[in-house]
């Protein structure tokens, strides 16, 4: 099992920068990738990046990339997600997933998320 300690969330204006942490432990060995997910109220929680720890490539939704970067700090077992020139609309709990592979089961785990709230 792998667990997940997500941590950096808080207020930040409008334009501002963040960096969020999320921190695996337990069995982190088979851990093939790690990412983010966000959900803002009343809305389906949606896919934001991702890295692969068997590779190192990365992916982001779209719409994100240029403003976020997903890294890791394998000594770690961290992974980060760095949001600059916020905006109101990246107001959610931003939720931290990892892929860990058992033989040929891939499982999941997920953190308990951390809020991140973009204001004027």
Do not use: H
Not at 11 to 38: D, H, K, N, P, Y
Not at 79 to 107: H, I
Request: include cysteine; hydrophobic fraction near 35%.
């Amino acid at each position: 099992q792998v667990q997940l300690v997500e941590s950096g969330g808080g207020l930040v204006q409008i334009g501002g920068s963040l960096r969020i942490s999320c921190a695996a432990s337990g069995r982190t060995f088979g851990t093939e990738t790690m990412g983010w997910f966000r959900q803002a109220p009343g809305k389906e929680r949606e896919f934001v990046a991702s890295i692969s720890w068997i590779d190192d490539s990365i992916n982001y939704a779209g719409s994100l990339k240029g403003r976020f970067t997903i890294s890791r700090d394998n000594a770690k077992n961290t992974v980060y997600l760095q949001m600059n020139s916020l905006k109101p609309e990246d107001t959610a709990v931003y939720y931290c997933n990892a892929n860990w592979r058992r033989g040929p089961t891939v499982f999941q785990s997920w953190g308990q998320g951390t809020q991140v709230t973009v204001s004027s």
